[in-house]
Structures are given as structure tokens and as C-alpha cells.
């Protein structure tokens, strides 16, 4: 399955921005576990694109050229809100109507998915400061590494993450 995965960090370019995620990553995978880059998005809504020549820049997800981190944060937004069917997989566990193991295993992503609601809050997701199945990279989600530093950008960097 193929999720896109945001990658937060800090860099002096577009192009280094994607270079850093791809070193953050390097021990991460295995020949069915593995990621792809297709570019990224700074603070001041610059996009870069990979060329589909590098190594790893064979993405499903590559940002287009009216991309900004406002739609980042309303797509990620989108992301935190309960899926209804494991929502009624939920239901139907608490109240015994279990028919199936891929019941319980809807459940338990319902819970998994509230806790991430829950640890978020209810204010509107900001991407270069909030994360989203942090580190966990066979969902779609958000991970912070920028640093705090005020000479460099921040930037989202589009991993397409196949596990």
C-alpha cells in the first residue's frame, strides 16, 4: 500500500530539503518496505518537484505547482477526521456483533485514529509545527525534524511510503 507520509525540515533549498528526508530515512525499509520523494513544499509555498531520474524520485505524490502549505494543512485536516467504517467496526465490537477478525482490526484503527484526534486537539492542523502518526510511516501522516534555527526554511517534503 502506498501512503503519503510529510516529512517536516529544515534546510537552506528546496533541493536539500529533500536530500535531508532521504538521509533521515536511509536504514528505514526492505525490498517490500520501501519510499519515494516527489518533492516539496517550503514555508513560503515555493514548490520543487524531483526529476524522475533520481534514484528516489519515482513518487506517486508530487507536488503540484500551485501547492501551498494552506492546502497541506487542509489535507492533513481532512486526514484527522474518523473513518466511518472502522467507526461502525468500533460500534459493533462494543456491542458483540463481531463477525470478523478485519472487525477487530477496524476497531483497533478507530481507536489508534482517535488517540491521534485526541493528542491533537481541536485546533486547525499547522504542518510546520504539528505532527500526525509521527514516525509512523505505513500511514499517512506528519513528521517533525526541522530545527529551530532562523537561517533556515522549513520545508514539507512529499514521501511516498510503500509498505
Not at 3 to 8: C, E
Not at 88 to 97: L, M, Q, R, T, V
Request: charged fraction near 30%; hydrophobic fraction near 30%; charge should be negative.
Amino acid at each position: 500500500m502506498h501512503n503519503l507520509h510529510y516529512v517536516v525540515v529544515s534546510s537552506d533549498s528546496c533541493e536539500e530539503a529533500v536530500l535531508e528526508a532521504a538521509h533521515l530515512l536511509t536504514d528505514w525499509g526492505t525490498e517490500n518496505n520501501w519510499r519515494s520523494f516527489g518533492g516539496c513544499v517550503s514555508e513560503d509555498n515555493e514548490v520543487y518537484r524531483v526529476k524522475k531520474s533520481d534514484d528516489w524520485g519515482n513518487s506517486r505524490w508530487i507536488p503540484e505547482e500551485n501547492h501551498t502549505i494552506e492546502m497541506i494543512n487542509k489535507q492533513v485536516g481532512d486526514w484527522l477526521k474518523p473513518n466511518v467504517y472502522d467507526k461502525e467496526k468500533f460500534d459493533d465490537c462494543a456491542n458483540s456483533k463481531v463477525d470478523t477478525f478485519f472487525d477487530w482490526y477496524s476497531a483497533k484503527r478507530h481507536c489508534e485514529h482517535m488517540f491521534q484526534i485526541t493528542k491533537h486537539g481541536t485546533k486547525d492542523f499547522n504542518v510546520l509545527q504539528d505532527d500526525l502518526y509521527e514516525y509512523d510511516y505505513g500511514n499517512c501522516g506528519v513528521t517533525q525534524h526541522s530545527l529551530e534555527d532562523k537561517n533556515l526554511k522549513q520545508y514539507v517534503v512529499f514521501m511516498d511510503m510503500h509498505d
